[in-house]
């Protein structure tokens, strides 16, 4: 089964400063519908102004993701981490015990757009964590890349949590499959362009869950580039 969320439904925030959807419920917006899918719980896309961002605040106990794709974005956190995470970067921060963490735009002018996700670790109170990797286009481009899973194979970053997430890249015409297996499930995010997945069109910021599905078929469109998170 499938189930579309399109990007016109998500929830909004305009700070000036930062422009921000909300796929799942976060902060001031909520929707008792739409309070996560399996242990995915946040998928926020954001636009920060330059010189913008968010001053040092605490997390704990989430597996917290940032995928950049335009600009660059500056982080800082209390383990004495201190990167700029730019396109084709996938950042992993382990809050665990609490982590205090900032990010800021670090160009003074131009845009950063970005996307934040939250996955529910399998376990409370692991030893806060951070880990970077680099995944060019050439990597991704017709075809679903593992980028993130438990043990780090295939040189993905380590999600303390029973999730895969793979991102691609299909021009048009191009086409990529992944088996589900049995009793997991899928979330689809598009973050750029247009995809065609089993058979349904998905445009930037839309998404689907796919339960007792064993396949997903994806086509691009108009250089679509997406997020797949195989879910326990």
């Known amino acids: 089964m499938m189930t579309v969320r399109r990007a016109t439904d998500r929830g909004h925030a305009d700070h000036g400063w930062l422009d921000s959807h909300h ?16 242990a995915l719980r946040v998928i926020n896309d954001d636009r920060v102004e330059g010189g913008q961002g968010f001053g040092s605040h605490s997390h704990r106990d989430m597996e917290i993701i940032s995928y ?12 004495g981490t201190g990167e700029v995470i730019r396109p084709g970067d996938v950042q992993r921060m382990s809050a665990g015990t609490g982590v205090m963490h900032s ?11 970005f996307l934040q996700i939250w996955i529910q670790p399998d376990k409370q109170g692991i030893k806060p964590g951070y880990e970077q990797k680099t995944f060019t286009d050439a990597d991704k481009r017709g075809r679903l890349r593992l980028v993130g899973s438990p043990d780090g194979r295939d040189g993905s970053i380590t999600i303390h949590a029973d999730a ?5 890249i299909l021009a048009e015409g191009q086409r ?9 499930h899928a979330w689809v995010h598009v973050a750029q362009g247009k995809v065609r997945v089993n058979g349904t ?11 007792d599905e064993r396949l997903l078929r994806v086509e691009g469109i108009d250089e679509g580039e997406l997020l797949v998170f195989d879910l326990a």
């Not at 895969?164 to 691609?168: L, Q, T």
């Not at 069109?201 to 339960?211: C, Q, V």
């Open 201 to 211: 069109e998905l445009a930037a910021g839309d998404g689907a869950a796919f339960s």
């Open 23 to 38: 796929t799942f419920s976060f902060a001031s917006y909520y929707d008792p519908k739409h309070m996560g899918f399996r």
């Open 176 to 184: 990529a499959e992944l088996a589900i297996p049995d009793k997991r």
């Open 103 to 113: 990010e800021f735009n670090a160009s003074p002018k131009d845009e950063v757009h």
């Open 164 to 168: 895969n997430v793979y991102a691609g």
């Open 68 to 79: 950049v794709l335009e600009g660059t974005l500056a982080h800082k956190d209390s383990m």
